[in-house]
């Protein structure tokens, strides 16, 4: 089998074009992701029971059904309730922000969960009320630990993104697909792709090392 690498060095300019779609979709939904993981971990770790079942049902729920499935949910069956079509970047930085959120939530939880309990007690027995102990003593430790499956969440995300391809979103995997709608250069054009994802993850990777040693996360 004969491989074109011409075909594929002329496809790298758009691949990466697609590459940094996806970085983006990537971190906005990272972001977004752990703004509604801090406050679901907080949410399960109250002593209101209410919420304390909402945030169950919302991290059971979302770990407990595809993403595929999610996306489709903003995608097709929102529109029917709200009554117009939702932008293709709404919905799949929407879908896939409050899938990242559950697992953050767990994360953020976790590592809430392993400071010791008298940090918070020596918190409140300073004058300081929960909220406050928990955002200057308890969550700045607890991040120190999290970043190594943060890192991963990160990875796992960037990988779980070309997901969004099915809605006709143009980032990498969608870009491979169009372009190989083109040339019928299969082999090539998901080599490239793969090289690309590749080359992704393992920058993450090394990122997320380099914070572990910088806060010396042990």
């Given at each position: 089998m004969d491989v074109n690498f011409d075909l594929m060095k002329n496809a790298f300019p758009l691949l990466v074009a697609g590459a940094g779609i996806t970085i983006e979709?990537?971190?906005?939904?990272?972001f977004f992701g752990m703004l509604i993981g801090i406050v679901v971990a907080l949410v399960r770790l109250s002593d209101f029971k209410i919420l304390r079942w909402l945030g169950n049902v919302y991290v059971d729920f979302i770990r407990g059904t595809p993403l595929l499935i999610q996306i489709f949910l903003v995608y097709f069956a929102l529109p029917s309730i709200i009554g117009h079509r939702v932008d293709a970047f709404f919905a799949a930085i929407s879908a896939c922000s409050i899938n990242s959120g559950a697992y953050v939530a767990e994360v953020f939880r976790g590592g809430i969960q392993s400071i010791d309990v008298g940090q918070m007690e020596a918190g409140r027995s300073l004058g300081m009320t929960w909220w406050q102990t928990m955002r200057y003593i308890i969550l700045p430790q607890a991040f120190k630990r999290i970043i190594p499956p943060l890192g991963n969440e990160?990875?796992?995300?960037l990988k779980d993104s070309s997901l969004v391809s099915v809605i006709g979103f143009e980032e990498l995997t969608r870009r491979g697909q169009l372009i190989i709608a083109r040339t019928y250069a299969s082999f090539e054009i998901w080599m490239a792709v793969a090289i690309i994802y590749l080359i992704?993850?393992?920058t993450v990777a090394r990122l997320t090392g380099l914070l572990e040693r910088k806060f010396d996360t042990k």
């Open positions: 979709i990537t971190a906005l939904s990272v990160f990875i796992a995300m992704l993850t393992f």
